[in-house]
């Protein structure tokens, strides 16, 4: 019987693990990390802020610059973080990137009332990367509107996007829960009561309407509402597993505000040892062919107990 989550004891997630598991990721070093790359997953660090994001940014020029008529290419890109979608405008206007061809898919969405948040929602996934990023493209670059996929409650449309064009990286954060978009772990009821979901079964997910883990819900409101809670959705739409592996590399991006120190290193290693747990739904990235994990170096912090 595996151990009961202390925070929320209904479902699973990274609590559930063997201790020695935990263990053996506290104890990691930062520069420990580094020698956790193998074939297949790489480990980068950034000494600043400043080129964190523009390389994070770097990967859609270099993206869209693949795309051709014949040949469409895209990214499927995240909120959260968000500080590099005013660069990759930014880039687009200054290199004068015709986007006729190019193409983005939101990774996720809120849920309310039973529907995906508007555009005019303050939450709204889709609100912001049009915002921060498509908005401030000079008219005569940007993509299609047609090109730029949301999800949205009815998935079909979304799903069948990704046949479209090939999606030559996903970017993305890892949350609290230990998430990339909303792949939260799953309910300890059912046939799930007292093991989660096997590593292949839960690969099997699409884009789908999920129920957020309590830790989701609290870091949503830490980091996007001001710690009020009972404003953040229960629900969300979140781009699955099965569309993750139709990508050709996932890049991970951390910057040590949405996850904290731990959470960091355990992924990070169950990843390079090849360790996958749906009740670490990052884990499983651990069969995927080509993944990066890029960190900014003073945002990883440490695991020692410190009294403040």
């Given at each position: 019987m595996r151990p009961l989550s202390k925070v929320a004891p209904d479902w699973w997630?990274?609590?559930?693990?063997?201790?020695?598991?935990?263990?053996?990721?506290?104890?990691?070093?930062?520069?420990?990390?580094?020698?956790?790359?193998?074939?297949?997953?790489?480990?980068?660090?950034?000494?600043?802020?400043?080129?964190f994001y523009l390389a994070e940014a770097?990967?859609?020029?270099?993206?869209?610059?693949?795309?051709?008529?014949?040949?469409?290419?895209g990214v499927c890109g995240p909120i959260g973080p968000t500080e590099q979608l005013p660069l990759v405008a930014r880039l687009v206007n200054e290199l004068e990137l015709d986007l006729r061809f190019a193409h983005f898919w939101g990774m996720d969405e809120w849920v309310v009332e039973g529907k995906e948040a508007g555009l005019d929602h303050p939450l709204s996934f889709a609100k912001a990367d049009m915002e921060?990023?498509?908005?401030?493209?000079?008219?005569?670059?940007?993509?299609?509107?047609?090109?730029?996929?949301?999800?949205?409650?009815?998935?079909?449309?979304?799903i069948a996007s990704w046949d479209q064009a090939r999606c030559v990286v996903m970017q993305g954060g890892q949350g609290e829960v230990k998430h990339w978009a909303f792949n939260d772990p799953l309910r300890?009821?059912?046939?799930?009561?007292?093991?989660?979901?096997?590593?292949?079964?839960?690969?099997?997910?699409?884009?789908?309407?999920?129920?957020?883990?309590p830790i989701t819900l609290i870091q949503n409101a830490r980091t996007s509402g001001g710690g009020v809670i009972q404003n953040v959705p229960s629900q969300a739409i979140s781009v699955g597993p099965v569309e993750t592996w139709k990508a050709e590399k996932v890049s991970i991006?951390?910057?040590?505000?949405?996850?904290?120190?731990?959470?960091?290193r355990l992924t990070t290693m169950m990843i390079s040892k090849k360790i996958p747990d749906s009740a670490v739904p990052m884990s499983l990235l651990?069969?995927?062919?080509?993944?990066?994990?890029?960190?900014?170096?003073?945002?990883?912090?440490?695991?020692?107990?410190?009294m403040h």
């Open positions: 997630d990274y609590m559930t693990l063997d201790r020695e598991i935990l263990d053996d990721a506290a104890r990691l070093a930062a520069e420990d990390l580094l020698q956790l790359s193998r074939p297949g997953f790489r480990v980068v660090f950034y000494d600043t802020l400043e080129d770097l990967e859609y020029i270099t993206t869209w610059r693949q795309a051709s008529e014949d040949r469409p290419a921060l990023c498509f908005n401030r493209i000079r008219p005569d670059l940007r993509m299609p509107l047609d090109n730029i996929h949301f999800p949205k409650v009815d998935t079909r449309e979304y300890r009821e059912g046939p799930y009561k007292d093991a989660p979901p096997s590593p292949e079964e839960y690969r099997k997910l699409s884009t789908r309407v999920v129920d957020l883990h991006w951390q910057a040590g505000t949405h996850d904290n120190p731990f959470g960091m651990a069969d995927h062919p080509n993944v990066q994990f890029n960190f900014y170096r003073h945002g990883i912090g440490t695991c020692e107990a410190e």
